[in-house]
């Protein structure tokens, strides 16, 4: 790791947070803070603030935020629940009384998810418990344990108990076994999912693997003490004791590697009372009298975080590292907040090129559609429908106030030349369409002559000459992501007086036995729209021509989209009782039978899928809530489906259309990450935030 950009850092951050501490700090992840009255709070990154995530009826005693940064867990004294901190859903109960209470807080995690997030381990007044997915709950008969750490893989659990003794658990599928002990150690780290380092008292650093049987590795002799040891990806950190005073302990960084060698980090004393490593190892963290220290581990100072009346604390994940362009094998397009403005718009960007916006809205963009030939984009803002060309200095134009303000799904057809939405008026209520082909757009601003002196000649007084110049109001483009803002943006002012009136038709109107239409998803080269309509009772799809106003019923299932030429997806059961899965169907060819690509076992959540050009079908798959993401490939005729890859945690991922290649989000409204299929690498988009709404045009 670079320590002298954690040196600045830390020091920008000493000199920001009594400023910013309600607006968001720049941590490198996301801050929980469970606070003395019961409430857990968020300290997000960025412009996210500070937000509570617990119910305000419930005392919390401790939590943990599951590795995807989305679920957390808490224990009241009723038991244990799990919540979706970003899903109106209620918490879900896992455990009664019978998870007791936490021996101590504050000195360790005293609940800890695998990294799976298929179980979670807590302390207990009389040890420890585990809970696993499946509902298999195992006790850890260990007493006075204070803090629970897994392996990276989740195979082994190290729980720590009083006096700094140590007792090793693997996970099977029955439950946990104890495997080992140590039986003193200040700290230990994972090196892998197997291998645990750990400094015991009498001195040197061990290297233990549980999957060899507890075969242990001497990598430092009995020479030295050392404290706090630490896996930063290439060797071990910790600790040189320097220490005089025994109730004082000391000591100075140094790097060990696996082959033994020492690489010396500082010559610097820290004083090591009452600290634990940070996220990333980029810091040291304090935590005394309710409150929170930043500690540079270089030379142990440090500064108190803006908070009071913690009990104690978690992190979220860390991001991945930030870039400012992605090489992408689309263009794509999603919402964000531009920086320069505050304001959500819809953005566009192209491979190696810095996103841009493409809508001039003064209030938030919720909705947007891009046309086929990425040459406009209709957009929902303040109540109002908009149409506007895509790179234009001209204003946008408003197309329809709504009647709605929410699901307006707007969609153009495959040739650009009508645009298809959903939307409540006196009329009525349903699929309205807009006839664009009669509908002028704004010019674009005419550049105004402004006098300008031109250079004296013979020693002559000059004349004025008129040069063209850019209108006074427009915004030059961008030399970084967050400053441009398309020029000419409309203003309350500007709005007009009177409604628009372009005439558009009622289409498909709701019926009056409740059902709703709700979407018209058109396709290139196909006349008809996929139509998606909802009622109490059921999600059906149908067909629609704009030409005749025909519906031809598809069925009812959980999801349809469109996939090359004439073909559908549909997703859900195809007769009764027959086992649900992801089928092909030939508009042209309904009464033939559908082709099954993939059955979807309970359980699994199909988050995304693309048609490859070979005809299979590569899908996202989300197996358990919370859980890791499985790329599953389904062959074309409909064979055994094969696991390509694990990609971990990623929120609303979407596959590009190419397969080789997602992109997602941290969390609902957060930040943009790409996930490379061919190396694994992940990358976030600089200076994006608020982000939603990401497809691929």
Known sequence: MNRRIVLALLGLLLFIMPTSAQDGIDLPADLYLLLNEGIVQRVGLGRSGIAQVTPDDVFVLDFAVAPDDNWLAYRTQDGIMLVNMYSNALPQPIEDSRASVPFIRGRGATLAWSPDSKALAYTTLYGGRVWQQGGVYTDLLTPNLINVVWSPEGTYLAAEAEQNVWWIFRRDAEGMVLVSAIPTSVGTAWVNDSKLAFAPPEGGIILMDMAQGNIQTVLLPQENVYYLPHWDGEGIEVYLSTTVDETVPTGRLLRVLLDGSVEP?????????????GPEGDWLLAFQGSALALVNPLNGQGFTLPFNGISTYDWGIVPPDPVDTLDLPSPASFIAIGNSTG????????????????????????????????????????????????????????????????????????????????DVQEAGSGIWELDLTAIEMPAEPTPRPTAQPTEETNDEVSQPTATATVNPNETAEPTVIPTFVPTITPTVEAVALVLPDYAPELVLPDTEAGKAYVSAEPAPGVGALLVRSESATSTQFELYDPGSGTLQPIGGFQRAQWLRGSNLLIQGTLSSGGLPGLHRIDINALTAPPTTLLNVLEGWTILDSIERDNGSLRVLVQQLQPGTIAVMDAPANGGAPTVLADIGYINSPRLSPNGNMVIGLTHPGGMLVRIDLGDMSRNRLRGIEGATSFRWN
Do not use: C, K
């Open 265 to 277: 980090i500082s010559e610097l004393d820290v004083e090591l009372r009452a600290l634990r490593w």
């Open 343 to 422: 304001v959500a718009q819809a953005w566009h960007m192209q491979s190696g090129q810095l996103p841009v916006t493409i809508t001039p809205a003064v209030v938030d963009v919720t909705e947007y559609a891009m046309s086929f030939d990425g040459e406009r984009v209709a957009y929902v803002s303040n109540s109002s429908l908009w149409l506007h060309t895509v790179g234009s200095n001209a204003a946008p134009l408003e197309l329809v106030r709504l009647g709605i303000d929410r699901n307006i799904n707007p969609a153009f057809s495959a040739d650009g030349m009508h645009l298809f939405y959903r």
